[in-house]
Every structure is written in C-alpha cells, then in structure tokens.
C-alpha cells in the first residue's frame, strides 16, 4: 500500500553556484555529482513501494522544465502546484497540503528540496519508515542529519528525550540559526544537536492545523489562492492576488520553532545540499590529484581543482591548487575553493549593475526544448531553437517583431494565421509581425530551426499567447 506522497519543492536560485546556477535555470536543474540533475536524483530517492507518485512544487517557468526532466527519466507526476510568485516555503506547503490532502486530509506527505544529494539514502529511508507511525498519530516529524564536521552555514536541531514506544524519533527541544564557529564546534562534540535538512513528514491535516494556529494570515491568504485557483495544462494555478497577499515565510518561523507536535528524526545519509563549489567539488569524481573535470579541459601540474567547461571551450590551467574555475557560454569564473561561499557577493554586485549574466543564460530550457541566443544588438536577434519530437509551440503572435525560421535539422509544422505548412532541411519560412504563428516537431528526432527576429522592439513582453488559435491548429500543445 502506498503510504507516503512526495511533495518535491522546487525554489532558489542557487547564487553560491553561479554562473552555473541561474534564476532562469537553478542548481536542481543541473547534473552535480552526477549523471542526473538534482531534481532527477530527488526523484529517483522516491520510489518503491513506500512512496506514491511525486507532485512538484514550483513556479511557472520551472514546472515545465521539471515535468521535461522527470518524463526524460519515466516518473509520472502525481501532479504539479505552481505558485505564482514567490513566498517561501509555509505558503508552498499550506498550498501543497490543499491540493494533495484535497479529499483525503489524512494523506501522509514528505516535503523535500529537490536540489539536495543522498549518497546513502537507505538510512534516511529508515528514518522515514520510523517516523510514519509518528505522523499519523498528529505530529510533523522533520528529518535531522547527524553532522560530520562544525558546519555554521546550516541551522541546527536540538534533540530532546525519545518518544514513548517510537525508536529512532525524538521530540525537539529547540530550532537554532546558523551558529558561530565555536558554538558549531561544541555541537558538534556534543552529540545532541543535528543539521535541519528542511524536510518533513506530515498528514495534510495536521500541518494545515498547525498552520492554521501559528500563520492564520498564511493560511487565510493561501486558502484563498487554492479557491480561486485554475487548472492549466494539467497544472493547479494558485491564484495570484490570493497568494501574493501571504507573507513571505519559512516553515520553520511560521510553524516549527512554535508547534508543540514537532518531533525529528536523526539519519545519516551522506547528505549534501550542495550549497557551494566547494561542496560540489566534494560530491565529484577525482583523479589522483584531486582534480574534478568536467567538459572540455586540460589540467597540468594541478591539484585540487574543480574544472567546468560547459560553454564549449576548452580550459587550459597549469600550475594552480585549491580552485573553482567554471566556464560557461558568456561567463568565465574563478574562485578559491576556501572562498567559494562568497560568490554569492559576485551576483549582488551583478545586480546592482544590472547585469543580465545575474540572472539569465544564453541558452532557456523549456518543456519543448531549448532556445540559445546567438547575437543580438537594438534592432534584431539571433536564436538556436531546438524543438523536441512530439513537442510544439503554443500559437502566439508579435506585435514588434518579424520572425524568419529557418530548418537546419529535421522536419517541422509550421501554421501561420491557420494556413499549415510542411519545413525540411534548408527551407525557410517568413512570420510577419501580428501573425498568429505556431511551431510543432512531428517527426522521432529533434528539429534544429534558426530563428531571425527583427523589430523596433525585442522585449520578452512583446509575446501575445493565443487560447483559441485559428481554424487547422493542433490545439493540444505542450507548455512552453
């Protein structure tokens, strides 16, 4: 019988791990420490037959990115919530106990990051069958890992006494914020204190109870959001207003740090929430040198050193120790492996400059595929779509902007103003501006179009989607 459902949250931007590491697409999208992103190997924690079909919790941009990744590795989705902006995770979890509790308010629900590594997760799967019994009878059981070495950039959890008749689940006496060095070091070697991983166990009821006693003006704002909410491509749309009016909240200041029904579990899975180079340095494959390549590079008289080149040039370094050199398509960094937890301080300078490297890379991920931006300037732009088989883009039209597709690869379907057409190798196709336009792979390979656009005005907004496109149109299309 199924027990648990996975709630999978997927938020941050992940600065520490720029300029990999983007708004446009964070670090739970990204393959660190190993063949799959970090999403997938969250997803892949959570199978077998204590766990239920995995719902994901996100904004819009990254629920088609994340439902691409769990169908690239075969996890059907028991669902997906998209939270219209931002407001930290008691607002995403009072909307995931609404919608996955939704009829059945003693559902069992583990809300987990989707950006963290398990090396060993069978002790971390024990600890959740230990804390089963415990959160149905009315607690919200969080999951503490037994720390390794003085770490000051996690919060801690106070263990107190054990609860009757429960092996391995104990009722926390405190939630501490991130300590100083030595108050770390005195945790540390007293055995009491474990890292708060940020995941939990609970029935729907109980935390929106909780919820309800310590956040009412969270609960009233995100109920009001789930009621006034609208199903979208198979998505459930929290309503904006609603939920822009919740405050913006942990779950540890909204519920944790007051509730009474509170209880950890310890384990010790190899956990790494791979927050920084350095840790995911840690994770890597080495060589005998200590030296963790990826991509095109060579590496001489070189020690300790993590060396990405992901932007299709090769890195050459001699003679260095102790680095993080990252590579990307417009962005080259280099840091010190020590000081690896300030490039978080690059990124706020990039801001205040407004720098779009802060932010965005050269090449989006969609649920469709990938679009890569080639060269730009006032008046006209340059793109590398790539469309995947079976997949299309939703109709839309500019009013700005001309477009020019041509097909380097494949085969696509092209309709303009209801009027279809058929694409091959090395034909092209003009879309003038406020034509109703859309885009579908019908073949098994992905097709390759490079797109010219051309008008007084390039901005993201100049993008009217179409509902009830022309007669000829394939209305079932998927999400961009």
Known sequence: MTLVTPAIMIG??????????????????????GDFSLL???????????YGRPWLLTGERGAGIGEAHAAEIGVELGGVVIEPTVRSTAPALAAAALAIGDGDPDRLILAAPADHLMA???????AVAAAIPVARAGHIVTFGIRPTHAETGFGYIAVERGMEGVDGVFRVES???????????????????????????????????????????VAGAVMRAFLHARTVDGRLMLDLEAFASAPEISIDHAVMEKSDVVAV?????????????????????????????????????????????????????????????????????????????????????????????????????????????VTANDTFQVKHLVLNPGHELKARYHHHRSLHWTVVAGTVEVVIDGVARFLRQNQSVHVPDCAVHSLRNPGRLPAHVVVVEHGAYLGEDDLVEVSDPPRGFDAAIAAE
């Open 120 to 126: 060993a997760p069978a002790d971390f799967h024990r």
């Open 40 to 50: 997938q190997q969250t997803l892949q924690r959570f199978t077998g037959p204590t």
């Open 175 to 217: 939630f501490v914020e991130k300590p100083r060095r030595e108050v770390a070091e005195a945790y540390l070697g007293g055995g009491r204190h474990v890292w708060n991983a940020g995941i939990f166990l609970f029935t729907a009821a109980t935390l929106l109870d909780e919820i309800n006693r310590h956040a009412p003006e």
């Open 12 to 33: 941050g931007t992940g600065t520490r791990l720029w300029p990999l590491s983007r708004t446009d697409k964070p670090k739970q999208f990204h393959k660190l420490g």
């Open 265 to 373: 579990a310890p384990c010790d899975p190899a956990w790494n929430d791979v927050g920084s180079w350095a840790a995911v340095l840690d994770v890597s494959a080495r060589d005998d040198k200590g030296n963790a390549v990826v991509g095109d590079a060579i590496v001489d008289r070189t020690e300790n050193c993590l060396v990405q080149s992901v932007g299709g040039r090769l890195i050459a370094i001699t003679g260095v120790s102790n680095l993080a050199v990252i590579d990307t398509e417009d962005v080259t960094m280099i840091t010190s492996i020590e000081g690896s937890q300030n490039v978080k301080d690059l990124v706020k300078q990039l801001n205040r400059a407004d720098r779009p490297e802060a932010t965005t890379t050269r090449t989006l991920e969609h649920a469709w595929g990938t679009t890569r931006q």
